[in-house]
Nanobody, 115 residues
Framework: QVQLVESGGGLVQPGGSLTLSCVAS????????MGWYRQAPGNERELVAT???????AYANSVKGRFTISRDDAKTTVYLQMNSLKVEDTAVYYC?????????WGQGTQVTVSS
């Protein structure tokens, strides 16, 4: 059974930082591309960052220079370091794993940026 379990969300003030973690089980983690999506109320789910199995990385323009995605294949974990957070970063953040035509999703973790 595949499981992706996110953690690390919470309430933070504008300009603050949070680090999200996603632990995967039930997949050959090192072969999967991993990503973080987010969905704010009333908005569509959007891709935030991707880290490919071979190490390549891509970011949404809205988070470039502020967010850093990384992975630890030995711990089957993907991270999202979020710095200089803005109110508009408020959303539920989802971890995803994808390989060929397969994709798996976590249940999400809430990030709220507010003063």
């Amino acid at each position: 059974q595949v499981q992706l379990v996110e953690s690390g969300g919470g309430l933070v003030q504008p300009g603050g930082s949070l680090t999200l973690s996603c632990v995967a089980s039930g997949i050959t983690f090192s072969t999967y591309d991993m990503g973080w999506y987010r969905q704010a109320p009333g908005n569509e789910r959007e891709l935030v960052a991707t880290i490919f199995s071979e190490g390549g990385i891509a970011y949404a323009n809205s988070v470039k220079g502020r967010f850093t995605i990384s992975r630890d294949d030995a711990k089957t974990t993907v991270y999202l370091q979020m710095n200089s957070l803005k109110v508009e970063d408020t959303a539920v953040y989802y971890c995803t794993a994808f390989f060929n035509l397969r994709s798996y999703w976590g249940q999400g973790t809430q990030v709220t940026v507010s003063s």
